[in-house]
């Protein structure tokens, strides 16, 4: 998919689940939960054992019905796996001036990690043309806000402190989308009762899309 459309689609979605699982299969378990409720934007981080198989399954298992990507992209030798797996998007926590080129040389989406305002400057001047808000729970929306003021231009997905009671807060101030980690993505569901795993990931669809209309 073309970086534009999968931004596009990030954009319709409103909301990226990280995952970041125990195990292979406790994170295929987990995307099983959040796509039954209605989160079909997944982003399988690289701390997650396997994680390039995970994506391959998960790419076998549900194809375009949802939008799959990889997370804690920090070397080259992930960016290859990445690409080979069948991720669409590519998601850094930082703003790497040797790593991203390359990263953008898969074709796809990446949304490179900036806090500063020289790190926006940064990724902009590399080529991207989004990036991520990490951590975004350092600054709140109102720091988006601020980035905003110099930045109009900027397509900013923060990730790190998204709750689905600060959804709301996060479109207001300006997100393209909003990232959510543990709030939405349980390490695993063992443990857990799976049905409310499920109906937390649907209040955070519903949050995330009637905060886009707003």
């Not at 350092?138 to 998204?162: E, I, Q, R």
Request: aromatic share 6%.
């Amino acid at each position: 998919m073309e970086p534009d459309r999968t931004l596009k689609k990030i954009e319709d979605l409103g909301l990226l689940a990280v995952v970041r699982g125990e195990s292979r299969a406790a994170a295929l378990e987990v995307v099983g939960a959040l796509v039954e409720g209605g989160v079909l934007g997944i982003e399988i981080t690289f701390t997650t054992p396997e994680a390039p198989q995970v994506i391959r399954d998960l790419d076998a298992e549900y194809g375009d019905d949802i939008l799959l990507g990889a997370g804690t992209v920090v070397t080259h030798e992930q960016v290859d796996q990445a690409a080979e797996a069948g991720s669409t998007f590519l998601v850094s926590p930082g703003c790497d001036p040797e790593l991203l080129p390359a990263m953008l040389g898969t074709g796809f989406l990446v949304l490179p990690g900036v806090l500063t305002p020289s790190e926006v400057m940064l990724a902009r001047r590399l080529g991207a043309p989004a990036v991520k808000l990490f951590p975004g729970s350092s600054g709140g929306p109102s720091y988006l806000k601020a980035l905003l003021g110099p930045f109009p231009d900027v397509s900013f997905v923060p990730t790190g402190g998204v709750s689905v009671d600060n959804v709301p807060d996060w479109f207001a101030a300006g997100a393209l989308a909003v990232g959510a980690g543990s709030a939405l993505a349980p390490a695993s569901l063992a443990g857990r009762d799976r049905g409310e795993v499920v109906e937390n990931a649907r209040r955070f669809a519903e949050a995330a899309s009637a905060a886009k209309k707003r």
